[in-house]
């Protein structure tokens, strides 16, 4: 399965006055949208993502552990250590699906803070995994795709389609034993168990052979 991202050029800045003067710094917007090709050329089929969406609501959204981090990451799983928001919404609006978020306290999430504060542009980028089906110039994703988080939180949401494709879609990653593995480090696996199973078979076949000329 290939690592899909998908950004969203601009969301909505929500600051919440909290006793004390504090404040509660919040993000909302368009996270993701179906049945639309999108300018990475991909298609994402309602179906496929209420499903998925109805997912991440259930293990994630609701236990309060769907979080996100600041900047592009090059893998499926969220860095707590880079956490910077925690996506508390997720809900279809027609062929949207619209995402709110707020900022923690984590050293991200204060980045996140005071880029808000200085009135900086910031977008969202969806990450997930699966695989896709090319069809009428572009590409369908299809039933296997897996929700990694909503929303990270993005600094570049201009950048062109070749840097965000080049930095998230550069690995293959598949399922080992309920984790997911960059494939090349599965097939290093197999090739060094392989090895051993060969080693360890002429070793087997020596003793055998000395046992051979010990009747």
């Known amino acids: 399965m290939k ?10 800045y929500i600051t919440e006055e909290k006793e004390g003067g ?18 990475n050329g991909r298609v994402y089929p309602m179906e496929v993502l209420n499903k998925e969406v109805a997912r991440y609501n259930k293990e994630y959204i609701k236990e309060n552990r769907a979080f996100g981090e600041l900047g592009h990451p090059d893998g499926p799983t969220v860095n707590l250590e880079r956490a910077s928001h925690m996506i508390t919404s997720l809900e279809p609006e027609g062929k949207n699906f619209i995402g709110e978020a707020k ?3 984590t050293p991200m999430g204060e980045i996140v803070k005071n880029l808000m504060s200085e009135g900086a542009k910031l977008g969202v980028s969806s990450r997930g995994m699966g695989s896709l089906d ?28 070749a840097f965000v494709e080049g930095i998230m879609e550069g690995k293959d ?5 309920g984790s997911l593995i960059e494939e090349e480090l599965v097939r290093m696996k197999k090739r ?5 199973r060969v080693k360890h078979a002429k070793e087997d076949a020596l003793e055998f052979a000395k046992f051979l000329k010990m009747l």
Do not use: C, H
């Open 103 to 105: 900022i923690l306290s």
């Open 173 to 177: 990653w598949v399922w080992d034993n």
């Open 3 to 12: 690592l899909i991202s998908e950004e969203v050029q601009e969301v909505e």
């Open 134 to 161: 090319q069809k009428g110039g572009a590409n369908y994703v299809k039933s296997d795709f897996y929700l990694a988080t909503a929303a990270d939180i993005v600094a570049d949401p201009s950048a062109p389609n």
């Open 192 to 196: 060094i168990e392989n090895k051993t």
């Open 22 to 39: 504090k404040k509660n710094y919040k993000i909302k917007g368009i996270f993701m949208q179906a049945d639309i090709k999108n300018r």
